[in-house]
Nanobody, 125 residues
Framework: VQLQASGGGLVQAGGSLKLSCAASGRTFSRYDVGWFRQAPGKEREFVVSISRTGGSTYYADPVKGRFTISRDIAKNTVYLQMNSLETEDTAVYYC???????????????????WGKGTQVTVSS
């Protein structure tokens, strides 16, 4: 599975962005998908995940109520809608694919099977 994240950019605090994670390969629907982010000087950390069917999601506390993950199985794409962005959300965002139950992703992404290249999100004050 090859993953490509896109949709990042520069936005003011309080604004919104929508990230996409496009996958190649017919087996993408067999994988759960997670988003991680890495801020400057910090470790990569878990943000949110969605199950292979799209029926289950799991959010890290800092983004609950502001971010929404969704999945279009027909398009082999996972989306991350980010609202009410804060300067603390500034990071490179990565999508990942693996077989993990909701809540089963390592906080730092250890052992994840597939990673995509990241997309930069910068939130200005």
């Amino acid at each position: 599975v090859q993953l490509q994240a896109s949709g990042g950019g520069l936005v003011q605090a309080g604004g919104s962005l929508k990230l996409s994670c496009a996958a190649s390969g017919r087996t993408f629907s067999r994988y759960d998908v997670g988003w991680f982010r890495q801020a400057p000087g910090k470790e990569r950390e878990f943000v949110v995940s969605i199950s292979r069917t799209g029926g289950s999601t799991y959010y890290a506390d800092p983004v609950k109520g502001r971010f929404t993950i969704s999945r279009d199985i027909a398009k082999n794409t996972v989306y991350l809608q980010m609202n009410s962005l804060e300067t603390e959300d500034t990071a490179v965002y990565y999508c990942a694919a693996d077989n993990r139950p909701p809540g089963g992703w390592s906080r730092y992404g250890y052992g994840v099977e597939y990673w995509g290249k990241g997309t930069q999100v910068t939130v200005s004050s």
